[in-house]
């Protein structure tokens, strides 16, 4: 094969690879969460307060307080708001302004519609595996 033949087929493919690494860095990660604004202004301010110090989501997370992924289903949002607006002996009042508790009730709402955890299908063995319920 000729010189100019390999620098062609070489330079096709640093061309591809550049291409291709720019199309997955800028679009091809895009996805669309269905949350919306209010519930990403809500998902803000529970990374800024490090709720997740505390409490858990999907089951991560600390253990000093409650595990929040369906806690609107489970308890309510009159509830959860109440607790949010007032804390608790163990959880501190923030403060937080009406708009502030809205867009936590939104975030926690859209959290609670995805999944239901912990999954009722599953059942863990004496010896730490997973399995299907029958």
């Known amino acids: 094969m000729k010189l100019q033949h390999k620098r062609l ?4 493919l640093v061309f591809a690879y550049i291409s ?3 199309f997955v860095y800028t679009k091809g990660t895009e996805t669309k969460s269905g949350m919306s604004p209010e519930a990403h202004s809500g ?3 529970f990374q800024e307060k490090n ?17 929040l992924t369906n806690v609107i289903s489970v308890k309510g949002e009159i509830y ?25 009730i939104a975030y926690l709402t859209f959290i609670d519609s995805t999944t239901v955890y912990p999954d009722s299908t599953i059942r863990l063995t ?6 299907k319920k029958k």
Not at 9 to 12: A, C, D, K, L, N
Not at 55 to 66: F, R, S, V
Not at 83 to 96: V, W
Request: hydrophobic share 35%.
């Open 20 to 22: 291709y690494s720019v």
């Open 80 to 104: 959860t708001r109440s607790f949010i607006e007032n804390g608790t002996a163990k959880m501190p009042d923030f403060n937080l302004q009406d708009e502030e508790i809205n867009s936590l």
């Open 9 to 12: 087929i070489f330079f096709s």
């Open 126 to 131: 004496w010896y730490g595996n997973m399995d």
């Open 43 to 45: 998902k803000n301010i």
């Open 51 to 67: 709720c997740i110090a505390c409490h858990q989501i999907y089951g991560l997370g600390g253990y000093m307080g409650p595990d």
